[in-house]
C-alpha cells in the first residue's frame, strides 16, 4: 500500500534477538528485515538534484520507482524505548552500528548476543535502523541492496567514459569484475572488442602508463570446477561484458587501469533520497503505516564511517537534510573517518563502493572536491566560495570524527582549514573531534598487530569508546542543548598542525622506520565541462594545479605520538609509537602509504634493549617501572577523559581490563 509521502513497507518479524535477551530496563529487542518501495515525483525541485532523474523509467502515473532493503531492531516493548532512531548508514551494505558502539563481533545478520556485544545501543533504548543506500551492490553475505531504475534516452542506451583500476593483493590473480569488486555491480562495456578500450599499468600513480596491447587482455571471466573421468580441475573462459582477464596474471606492485565504455547507467543518486523519504517516514508519519509508529519517535540520529560518513557529507551538501515538506530529516549525525571527501554517488557512471583517492589506491577519483569544510571558505585555485553546511534551518547537529591516518591519506586537514592551510571556525552546529594517533579502522576487539603487505604491524590503538560518549553527548545536544566539548583538532596558529618537512623533523629517528615521503596530497584535478552535472567526461583526469590544496598534518611528540586531538588512554599512556600511516612493503607498491593503516612501532622494553638498537625513544621500564605503574597511568588518563566527557564511566573497567598484562591482548611485551 501506498503512503502520503510514497513509502511503503513489506517487512517480516523475525522474532527476537537474542533469544529474547533483556537489556536493562529497556528489555528484549524484535528483529524486523524487509524492504521499502518509494515512489518519487522526478519533477519536484526535491528530487531534481538526482542526476538523470529525466531519464529514469517512469510508472503510469509519471513517477520514478525503487526499492530499498531495511533491517530494524526495535524494543519489543515499544513504550519503553527512548523515542529516539539511531540509522548505520551501512559501510557498502555492511551493518558496523553494533560492531564500533557496542563492541560487538561484527555481524551483517546480528542474531546472537555475542552480536549484541556490551548492549550499549540497546540499553539506552535506541532503535537501530539500517537501510540500503548504494545501488550497485549484489546480494550477498546479508548486505543491504537496493533496485534502481537504469537511465536511458527515450529507450535508448546511454553510454559514457569509465575507469576501473585494479590493484593485486596476492599473485596469480587473473580475473577482476571491472568495478574492482566481487560485492559490486560492473558497468557493462558496450562491446567485448577490447580495440574499444586501454588497459594500462604502472607503478605509482604519478608514473607514466604502460599500455597493454589489446590482444593480451579479455573481456572476459574463467570459471574453474572438477572435470569428469578423472580429468581434475577444469576451466572454462567465458566472454564477460562484466569482468577483465588478464593470462598473464595482474602482477602485484602495479597499478592496472581500464579505460573503456559503457553503457546502463543505474540512477545512483536515489539512494540520497532513499534515505532522506525513509527517516522523514518513520519520524513523522502517525499510523499503522510506520512500522515504528509506536515509538513516537522525536529525534534521529545517523552515524557513517568512512565511506558512509562520506555519504552523510554529501547529503547534507546536496540538501537532502530537509524533505519533500521541509522538515528537518536528521536531527544530529556522526560522520567518522570521512576525511576531506564527499560521495561519489550523484553521477553517472559512478562507482561507489571505491574508496576516496589515497596516495597510491584510486588517487585521483572525483570524491574530494571542494568545498572540504562545514565552514565557508574560498578556493584559492578557482576562486569560488562554499561550504558543506549552508542551510541554518534544516542543517542538523555534526560531530565529525577523525583519525590520524585521515590527515595522511584523506586530507583531513581541509576540513578545518581553507585551501591555503589558515584555521577556519566552524559553524555552531559543528564539532571536530581529532582521535589522536589512531588508524582508520579500529575494530574493538581486535587482537596483536599484523603486518600484511606493510613494512609495520598495524595501529591497535583502542578508541570504541569515544563513540558511546559521542552519542551520549549528541543526545544531551539535540534534546536539552546542552553544548557538547569544545572541537579538539590541531591548528595551524598553534603549531599543533604542520607541514610535511616541520613533521619530519619532529618524528623520532627510530632504527629501521622508514617514513611517508609526504601525505595524500590533492592537486586540482579536471574532469571533464560537465562534472557538476554529475557527467565525468575526462578520464583519468587532467591536473589543472600541480601543487594544488594544502594538505597538513598533526604535529608529535618526541615518541612520535600526535600532540593534539583527544587522546586514548593507550595513547597518553604509551607502550609504543602509534601513527596514522604505514608503508607498503616489497612487492606491493613499496614506500607508498598503505590503504587506511596506521603503525604500532614498540617501544624498547628496558634501557638495554634501548641503547643496544640506538632507539631515541625512553624505555617501558624507564616509563613505568612495571606493570602496577602502567596501569595507574592508564586509570589517571581515562578518569581525565571521563571528567572531560570524552568516555563514560562504564567504560573504565572496560580500559582496566584492556590494560592487564601490559594490554597484552595487543601488545608483546616481555617484562
Given at each position: 500500500?501506498?503512503?502520503?509521502?510514497?513509502?511503503?513497507?513489506?517487512?517480516?518479524?523475525?522474532?527476537?534477538?537474542?533469544?529474547?535477551?533483556?537489556?536493562?530496563?529497556?528489555?528484549?529487542?524484535?528483529?524486523?528485515?524487509?524492504?521499502?518501495?518509494h515512489?518519487?515525483?522526478?519533477?519536484?525541485?526535491?528530487?531534481?538534484?538526482?542526476?538523470?532523474?529525466?531519464?529514469?523509467?517512469?510508472?503510469?502515473?509519471?513517477?520514478?520507482?525503487?526499492?530499498?532493503?531495511?533491517?530494524?531492531?526495535?524494543?519489543?516493548n515499544?513504550?519503553?524505548?527512548?523515542?529516539?532512531?539511531?540509522?548505520?548508514?551501512?559501510?557498502?551494505?555492511?551493518?558496523?552500528?553494533?560492531?564500533?558502539?557496542?563492541?560487538?563481533?561484527?555481524?551483517?545478520?546480528?542474531?546472537?548476543?555475542?552480536?549484541?556485544?556490551?548492549?550499549?545501543?540497546?540499553?539506552?533504548?535506541?532503535?537501530?535502523?539500517?537501510?540500503?543506500?548504494q545501488?550497485?551492490?549484489?546480494?550477498?553475505n546479508?548486505?543491504?541492496?537496493?533496485?534502481?531504475?537504469?537511465?536511458?534516452?527515450?529507450?535508448?542506451?546511454?553510454?559514457?567514459?569509465?575507469?576501473?583500476?585494479?590493484?593485486?593483493?596476492?599473485?596469480?590473480?587473473?580475473?577482476?569484475?571491472?568495478?574492482?569488486?566481487?560485492?559490486?555491480?560492473?558497468?557493462?562495456?558496450?562491446?567485448?572488442?577490447?580495440?574499444?578500450?586501454?588497459?594500462?599499468?604502472?607503478?605509482?600513480?604519478?608514473d607514466?602508463?604502460?599500455?597493454?596491447?589489446?590482444?593480451?587482455?579479455?573481456?572476459?571471466?574463467?570459471?574453474?570446477?572438477?572435470g569428469?573421468d578423472?580429468?581434475?580441475?577444469?576451466?572454462?573462459?567465458?566472454?564477460?561484458?562484466?569482468h577483465?582477464?588478464?593470462p598473464?596474471?595482474?602482477?602485484?606492485?602495479?597499478?592496472?587501469?581500464?579505460?573503456?565504455?559503457?553503457?546502463?547507467?543505474?540512477?545512483m543518486?536515489?539512494g540520497?533520497?532513499?534515505?532522506?523519504?525513509?527517516?522523514?517516514?518513520?519520524?513523522?508519519?502517525?499510523?499503522?503505516?510506520?512500522?515504528?509508529?509506536?515509538?513516537?519517535?522525536?529525534?534521529?540520529?545517523?552515524?557513517?564511517r568512512?565511506?558512509?560518513?562520506?555519504?552523510?557529507?554529501?547529503?547534507?551538501?546536496?540538501?537532502?537534510?530537509?524533505?519533500?515538506?521541509?522538515?528537518?530529516?536528521?536531527?544530529?549525525?556522526?560522520?567518522?573517518?570521512?576525511g576531506?571527501?564527499?560521495?561519489?554517488?550523484?553521477?553517472?557512471?559512478?562507482?561507489?563502493?571505491?574508496?576516496?583517492?589515497?596516495?597510491?589506491?584510486?588517487?585521483?577519483?572525483?570524491?574530494?572536491?571542494?568545498?572540504?569544510?562545514?565552514?565557508?571558505?574560498?578556493?584559492?585555485?578557482?576562486g569560488?566560495?562554499?561550504?558543506?553546511?549552508?542551510?541554518?534551518?534544516?542543517?542538523?547537529?555534526?560531530?565529525?570524527?577523525?583519525?590520524?591516518?585521515?590527515?595522511?591519506?584523506r586530507?583531513?586537514?581541509?576540513?578545518?582549514?581553507?585551501?591555503?592551510?589558515?584555521?577556519?571556525?566552524?559553524?555552531?552546529?559543528?564539532?571536530?573531534?581529532?582521535?589522536?594517533?589512531?588508524?582508520?579502522?579500529?575494530?574493538?576487539?581486535?587482537?596483536?598487530?599484523?603486518?600484511?603487505?606493510?613494512?609495520?604491524?598495524?595501529?591497535?590503538?583502542?578508541?570504541s569508546?569515544?563513540?558511546?560518549?559521542?552519542?551520549?553527548?549528541?543526545?544531551?545536544?539535540a534534546?536539552?542543548?546542552?553544548?557538547?566539548?569544545?572541537?579538539?583538532?590541531?591548528?595551524?596558529h598553534?603549531?599543533?598542525?604542520?607541514?610535511?618537512?616541520?613533521?619530519?623533523?619532529?618524528?623520532?629517528?627510530?632504527?629501521?622506520?622508514?617514513?611517508?615521503?609526504?601525505?595524500?596530497?590533492?592537486?586540482?584535478?579536471?574532469?571533464?565541462?560537465?562534472?557538476?552535472?554529475?557527467?565525468?567526461?575526462?578520464?583519468?583526469?587532467?591536473?589543472?594545479?600541480?601543487?594544488?590544496y594544502?594538505?597538513?598534518?598533526?604535529?608529535?611528540?618526541?615518541?612520535?605520538?600526535?600532540?593534539?586531538?583527544?587522546?586514548?588512554?593507550?595513547?597518553?599512556?604509551?607502550?609504543?609509537?602509534?601513527?596514522?600511516?604505514?608503508?607498503?612493503?616489497?612487492?606491493?607498491?613499496?614506500?607508498?602509504?598503505?590503504?587506511?593503516?596506521?603503525?604500532?612501532?614498540?617501544?624498547?622494553?628496558?634501557?638495554?634493549?634501548?641503547?643496544?638498537?640506538?632507539?631515541?625513544?625512553?624505555?617501558?621500564?624507564?616509563?613505568?617501572?612495571?606493570?602496577?605503574?602502567?596501569?595507574?597511568?592508564?586509570?589517571?588518563?581515562?578518569?581525565?577523559?571521563?571528567?572531560?566527557?570524552?568516555?563514560?564511566?562504564?567504560?573504565?573497567?572496560?580500559?582496566?581490563?584492556?590494560?592487564?598484562?601490559?594490554?597484552?591482548?595487543?601488545?608483546?611485551?616481555r617484562?
Open positions: 500500500m501506498t503512503m502520503v509521502n510514497d513509502v511503503s513497507f513489506d517487512l517480516e518479524n523475525y522474532g527476537l534477538l537474542a533469544n529474547g535477551h533483556v537489556f536493562g530496563n529497556v528489555g528484549a529487542y524484535e528483529i524486523l528485515k524487509g524492504w521499502a518501495h515512489t518519487i515525483d522526478p519533477q519536484l525541485d526535491a528530487n531534481k538534484t538526482v542526476v538523470d532523474i529525466e531519464y529514469s523509467p517512469l510508472n503510469d502515473k509519471g513517477k520514478v520507482e525503487f526499492s530499498a532493503e531495511i533491517f530494524i531492531l526495535r524494543p519489543q515499544q513504550g519503553r524505548g527512548n523515542q529516539r532512531i539511531f540509522f548505520d548508514y551501512g559501510n557498502r551494505g555492511n551493518k558496523r552500528a553494533l560492531q564500533y558502539f557496542n563492541d560487538a563481533v561484527a555481524s551483517n545478520d546480528p542474531q546472537t548476543l555475542n552480536h549484541c556485544g556490551n548492549g550499549f545501543l540497546f540499553r539506552r533504548g535506541y532503535t537501530v535502523v539500517w537501510g540500503a543506500w545501488g550497485d551492490l549484489l546480494t550477498g546479508n548486505r543491504l541492496t537496493m533496485r534502481l531504475p537504469v537511465a536511458s534516452r527515450g529507450g535508448s542506451k546511454i553510454t559514457g567514459t569509465v575507469l576501473s583500476e585494479f590493484i593485486a593483493t596476492a599473485s596469480g590473480q587473473k580475473t577482476f569484475p571491472l568495478s574492482g569488486q566481487i560485492s559490486t555491480r560492473s558497468h557493462p562495456t558496450v562491446s567485448l572488442n577490447t580495440d574499444s578500450a586501454t588497459l594500462t599499468r604502472r607503478r605509482y600513480p604519478e607514466e602508463r604502460q599500455v597493454i596491447s589489446n590482444e593480451k587482455w579479455l573481456f572476459a571471466r574463467e570459471e574453474g570446477g572438477v569428469k578423472f580429468q581434475g580441475v577444469e576451466t572454462a573462459l567465458i566472454q564477460s561484458d562484466s577483465i582477464h588478464l598473464g596474471t595482474f602482477e602485484t606492485g602495479w597499478i592496472y587501469e581500464l579505460i573503456y565504455t559503457a553503457n546502463d547507467p543505474l540512477i543518486g536515489l540520497h533520497v532513499a534515505v532522506r523519504d525513509l527517516i522523514s517516514f518513520l519520524k513523522y508519519t502517525k499510523g499503522t503505516s510506520n512500522p515504528l509508529a509506536e515509538l513516537k519517535i522525536e529525534k534521529v540520529y545517523g552515524f557513517g568512512s565511506q558512509t560518513g562520506r555519504c552523510i557529507r554529501d547529503s547534507i551538501y546536496l540538501g537532502f537534510n530537509k524533505d519533500i515538506l521541509g522538515r528537518k530529516v536528521f536531527d544530529g549525525v556522526l560522520s567518522h573517518v570521512a576531506a571527501g564527499k560521495m561519489w554517488l550523484n553521477h553517472r557512471f559512478c562507482n561507489a563502493v571505491v574508496p576516496a583517492g589515497q596516495q597510491y589506491e584510486d588517487h585521483n577519483n572525483i570524491a574530494d572536491q571542494f568545498p572540504f569544510s562545514y565552514a565557508n571558505s574560498q578556493n584559492h585555485l578557482t569560488k566560495s562554499d561550504s558543506i553546511c549552508k542551510r541554518p534551518a534544516t542543517d542538523p547537529l555534526i560531530f565529525h570524527s577523525q583519525t590520524a591516518t585521515e590527515y595522511w591519506q586530507r583531513g586537514s581541509l576540513v578545518h582549514t581553507d585551501t591555503l592551510g589558515n584555521d577556519l571556525i566552524m559553524p555552531s552546529n559543528v564539532r571536530l573531534y581529532f582521535w589522536a594517533s589512531a588508524q582508520h579502522v579500529g575494530d574493538p576487539l581486535q587482537g596483536k598487530a599484523k603486518k600484511g603487505v606493510c613494512q609495520n604491524p598495524s595501529n591497535v590503538v583502542q578508541t569508546m569515544f563513540f558511546r560518549a559521542m552519542l551520549d553527548a549528541m543526545d544531551a545536544w534534546t536539552q542543548g546542552e553544548a557538547p566539548p569544545e572541537s579538539q583538532v590541531p591548528k595551524a598553534d603549531g599543533t598542525l604542520v607541514s610535511m618537512e616541520v613533521w619530519r623533523n619532529q618524528f623520532p629517528k627510530i632504527p629501521g622506520i622508514a617514513l611517508p615521503r609526504e601525505p595524500n596530497l590533492l592537486p586540482l584535478y579536471y574532469y571533464g565541462p560537465q562534472t557538476e552535472k554529475g557527467i565525468i567526461e575526462q578520464l583519468p583526469p587532467t591536473v589543472q594545479d600541480n601543487a594544488g594544502m594538505v597538513m598534518v598533526p604535529a608529535v611528540d618526541n615518541d612520535g605520538n600526535d600532540v593534539a586531538g583527544i587522546r586514548a588512554p593507550m595513547v597518553s599512556t604509551p607502550l609504543a609509537t602509534y601513527t596514522g600511516w604505514n608503508l607498503r612493503d616489497r612487492f606491493f607498491g613499496e614506500g607508498a602509504m598503505h590503504e587506511f593503516s596506521g603503525s604500532t612501532i614498540d617501544f624498547p622494553e628496558t634501557n638495554e634493549n634501548r641503547y643496544a638498537t640506538g632507539d631515541p625513544r625512553a624505555s617501558i621500564k624507564e616509563r613505568y617501572i612495571d606493570e602496577a605503574g602502567y596501569l595507574k597511568a592508564i586509570e589517571r588518563a581515562a578518569q581525565i577523559l571521563i571528567k572531560g566527557r570524552w568516555i563514560l564511566e562504564e567504560d573504565l573497567f572496560r580500559t582496566l581490563e584492556l590494560s592487564k598484562h601490559w594490554c597484552s591482548s595487543r601488545h608483546d611485551i617484562l
